[in-house]
């Protein structure tokens, strides 16, 4: 399978696996979406009744866009989120043709975290890919350009006032937006600096707004008759049905929920975060050991600052939510955005250039690949605690790319 492996043709076996990967994602999405008692699309409902309250910008879109086309709320949410994804995934795509041109990386890229976490039925569909499309295509239009886009940084950050509006957790990953900047602060024009300005103040104006209106049970039970009654259902289900059932819920509840699911195995979400982080830690360590960070000067001080800070955001909306799985995997796709372009790009932040060359991977290149196979096709991240790591979900993949190979390797045998 990995005979003569170069980076050329380990690309293609990489882009087969995202092209499977990516086909699964999308019909997965459009099965979440297409129902209209799922949880996912129950979530997106959540809107203002009886004044304001957190994350229901997202619910006064919707139903103001259903009421204008006429058309199912289902549909609606399909037709805006189907596309997003489509987005994230061929973003994905790019970055993954840059980074597997460095083997090294390969356990970063090829790391299930990054490629199957929003693949799987039990990530799919949630918020966070209202900023996915986003983070990704800054990142491969860094890496393939040379240098940010500074257009798309000053529209992200302008729009992470309304998203943290649609919810405010997406606040801790849409640091990576102002890390971006910091970090080439000195190449920004004055109309991009001014539009992170007034972008982060936005963001943190909206994310107080949302902590001092958090919600209520009583509009959380509004807000589920209403929309069973609009979907044709029995508003009777109500107020514990999918995402209403947690609005108005305080912090107590949520770490009570927090223990119940532990059920005394709390070492078992400690060892999954391990693995997710695992090659994001490799590849850090690697360009850190060979001096790859130094050069970012103050701006990368202040990035490295707004990581942390994102990290203790989402350590805090651990402690009352049990998504542990979504929470890390996001931490980590963050961390490696930036991290692949210290590695590849650093000039574009002023930091030195290393060689991302290791002796045993270039000696043992194709055991490296086959390890890096296994990898990539073992395992899945889980969303809710305690198991975060679990069993592929989807063995099919396995004999699509099996039966792919063997026809591919008929129609263009390998010299010998």
Not at 257 to 284: I, S
């Amino acid at each position: 399978m990995f005979h003569r492996l170069t980076p050329k043709n380990a690309l293609g076996w990489a882009g087969l696996f995202w092209g499977v990967l990516s086909v699964f994602s999308l019909i997965i999405l459009i099965e979440a979406l297409w129902d209209p008692e799922s949880y996912y699309t129950t979530d997106f409902a959540i809107k203002y009744v009886d004044g304001f309250a957190r994350r229901g910008l997202g619910g006064e879109v919707l139903y103001f866009l259903s009421d204008l086309s006429a058309i199912p709320m289902t549909t609606v949410l399909t037709l805006l989120l189907v596309p997003l994804q489509a987005v994230f995934l061929w973003r994905m795509w790019r970055i993954l043709r840059v980074a597997m041109t460095e083997p090294a990386l390969w356990p970063l890229v090829l790391s299930p975290v990054m490629l199957i976490g929003y693949s799987v039925t039990q990530q799919m569909g949630h918020k966070e890919i209202l900023i996915l499309p986003l983070l990704a295509a800054m990142t491969a239009s860094t890496l393939q350009g040379g240098r940010v886009p500074q257009k798309l940084l000053a529209v992200g950050c302008l729009a992470s006032g309304p998203i943290v509006l649609v919810h405010e957790g997406l606040i801790a990953w849409l640091l990576f937006l102002p890390a971006l900047a910091a970090l080439t602060w000195r190449d920004l024009s004055g109309a991009t600096r001014l539009a992170v300005l007034v972008g982060g103040a936005g963001a943190g104006a909206a994310l107080l707004a949302s902590l001092m209106a958090p919600g209520t049970p009583a509009q959380g039970l509004a807000m589920c008759i209403l929309y069973l009654e609009r979907i044709g259902s029995d508003a009777s289900q109500c107020p514990d049905f999918k995402a209403f059932t947690y609005f108005g819920q305080d912090s107590a509840q949520g770490v009570a929920l927090l223990f119940e699911k532990m059920n005394g195995d709390g070492w078992l979400p400690v060892l999954g975060a391990l693995v997710y982080v695992a090659p994001l830690a490799f590849v850090a360590a690697l360009i850190w050991r060979r001096g790859g960070f130094r050069g970012a000067g103050f701006g990368g001080l202040l990035a490295a600052v707004l990581m942390v800070a994102m990290i203790v955001m989402t350590a805090s909306i651990m402690m009352v939510a049990v998504d542990w799985g979504r929470f890390v995997s996001l931490v980590v796709i963050v961390l490696g955005f930036l991290t692949l372009i210290f590695a590849l790009r650093p000039e574009v932040f002023g930091a030195n250039r290393v060689s991302l060359d290791v002796a045993w991977i270039t000696t043992h290149r194709n055991g490296w690949g086959w390890l890096m196979a296994a990898w990539a096709l073992s395992w899945a991240p889980s969303k809710v605690v305690p198991e975060l790591v679990s069993p592929l979900p989807m063995p099919l993949i396995v004999l699509v790319i099996w039966g792919l190979t063997k026809l591919l390797r008929k129609q263009h045998p390998q010299p010998e």
